[in-house]
């Protein structure tokens, strides 16, 4: 089974990105120990603090969808319920 690749973009209520980016950080401790995940990277742009970019690897589509289950990952839903502008998830297949 080949890996699964996520780019996601998460966009703050502007008057919420301190609050976001707090609960971002926590999010990627806990899911760079979840099983299944490679890579788990969270950037911010540099002209826009407001947006925030995350280049995942998954070994697989299953592992993704357990650590969506999980209660950090609950635990940033909440957290974050009402504070989010925008969020796009692009799942990638890499070709070469």
Not at 17 to 28: D, G, H, T
Not at 50 to 55: D, K, P, R, T
Not at 76 to 88: F, L, N, R, S, T
Request: net charge negative; proline share 1%.
């Amino acid at each position: 089974m080949s890996e699964l690749i996520l780019v996601a973009k998460v966009v703050a209520k502007k008057e919420s990105v301190e609050l976001v980016k707090s609960e971002l950080l926590k999010l990627v401790a806990f899911a760079r120990e979840d099983e299944g995940c490679k890579t788990y990277l969270c950037h911010e742009d540099q002209n826009d603090p407001a947006v925030f970019m995350f280049y995942e690897v998954w070994e697989s589509q299953a592992l993704l969808e357990k650590h969506m289950t999980t209660e950090g990952f609950k635990a940033y839903q909440k957290a974050v319920d009402g504070h989010i502008a925008e969020k796009v998830f692009n799942k990638l297949t890499l070709l070469a």
